[in-house]
């Protein structure tokens, strides 16, 4: 640093020419406001002999101008928002050919697209038969299987009082219609405890052109909240009340109103699917004997709603069944996405950290690597921006960077001592210098930076900035001394790969 006292005093040569600069400057300043004056009072004179209508429309296009200079002075101004930039999701496909088509666009860019694919495939092979898909869905044990059973006399269905029996989707034509074809779907029960088993499930009532949701009581609020959701898809629903036969009618009744007040728009069909149970008869010797007794069956009535929908709304439905059957091929595309750009994001980030600690192993003088690792954040983040296909402004970026610099620079001393503790693990390194100390903090840096940019973008479709640096401090501050070794050992190896 230049100590004040032994400023070099500036020669009388170079002091006269600024004097002499200055002098000119006023003068130029002077004639300047002299000549504005002047204008000003020409055209005050002028406007003075102005008519009164053209003098009001001078001065309104005066405010316009004025007015419309201050926008564009405030758009450019105006305090911005760090990085808010939302991915657009792209709406349902209008129809199979629309899918068909994300579909080969994503195929050519490395997505595994078989998911959807079958979706797709389905509703082709779907719409090429007349019959209507009637999907009984609900949780397990309450009798779906045995209503089909019932309804279709088909005694090869398996039915049983412990839970989860049904595991895979079945189909079975309900016989003797001439009125319809219609096919009946057994699905396995939601509320198991496989989640495969509640996934084809539930894709199931996606692709079904009416659900029978199958209960055996009360619903619960997340019985409520699975119908709310198929009816939000779009989904022609009636609830099948099944095991009537253990109520008394009174609170049958009751169950049927809360019902109805819970889900006012949705039939509630009492039935009795029947089947046979074992009970304990005590014969006149007074011994015990287990028998087999039938209930009978009561499911009339579920068969004409059935049949009812079928023939008087085939038309509607299978327009709602193909619109059901696109969305779920298309959140079928959409999760496959999802997953690829999480594995791309993984490579990025890792690419982008081995180029960090390169840099700033490389780096010769102070300062020069915080300004690479700059430009390679703001580059990171604009990368993984572009995976997610976010539009983010650069202004932004560097922004939302110079804000995580920010977080940085506090921890760094703690981040270069960590890394000197860990590196003397490794022999054979020499003297540990700046660039090795640098490239480790720098390893765990662009780690956790790129790791919760890439988070906040698959969750939120954006760069909400608060949320990402709210992650990045978390990743950036937790399991310290496992990720230090990590990014060590990382340097140590590079080290190894130049001599
Ligand atoms: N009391 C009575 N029991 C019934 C009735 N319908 C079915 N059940 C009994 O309920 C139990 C479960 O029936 P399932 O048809 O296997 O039930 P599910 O919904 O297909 O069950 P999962 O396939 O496990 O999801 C069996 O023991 C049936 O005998 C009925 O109307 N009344
Ligand atoms: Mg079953």
Known sequence: MVDNDNKPSLGRGLRLLIALALLLLVAVVLMVVLQLTESALNIWHLLGQMSPTLLGLYLAGLVLFAFAALMVAWWFFKPRKPVQARRREAPPPKDAAELEARLEQAAGKGIATHEARTELRELQQRQQ?????????????????????????????????????TRYIAHYALPDDEQADITLTDAPGILDTDPDKVARARDEARRAHLVVYVTDGELTRDQYQEISELLAFGRPLVIALNKIDRYAPEDLEAIKRRIAERAPDVPVIAVRAGGTEEVIRVMPDGSEQRVARERPADISALRDAIRDAATRRGRRLTELRDQSLLSLGAEKLHASIAEYRRGQAEKL?????????????????????????????????????????????????????????????????????LSGNVLKAFPGIG????????????????????????????????????RALNYFEETLGGNLENRAKRFARLAVEEIAKRR
């Open 129 to 165: 038969r007349e019959t209507i898909y009637v999907v009984l869905f609900g949780p397990v044990s309450a009798g779906k299987s045995s209503l089909i059973k019932a309804l279709t006399g088909d005694a090869s269905i398996e039915t049983d009082p412990r839970a989860g029996t």
């Open 349 to 417: 980030v890792k690419q982008y950290t081995r180029k960090a600690m390169l840099g700033a192993m490389a780096a010769v003088t102070p300062g020069t690597d915080l300004l690479i690792q700059g430009y390679l954040g703001v580059s990171m983040v604009k990368a993984l921006a572009n995976l997610y296909e976010v539009r983010v402004r650069e202004m932004d970026l560097e922004q939302f960077v110079e804000l995580a610099s920010k977080n940085v620079g506090k921890r760094m001393p703690v981040l270069l001592a």
């Open 431 to 466: 003297t540990v210098t700046g660039g090795i100390l640098h490239a480790v903090a720098y390893g765990m840096i662009f780690d956790s930076l790129g790791k919760a940019v890439a988070k906040t973008l698959d969750e939120t479709g954006a760069l909400e900035s608060g």
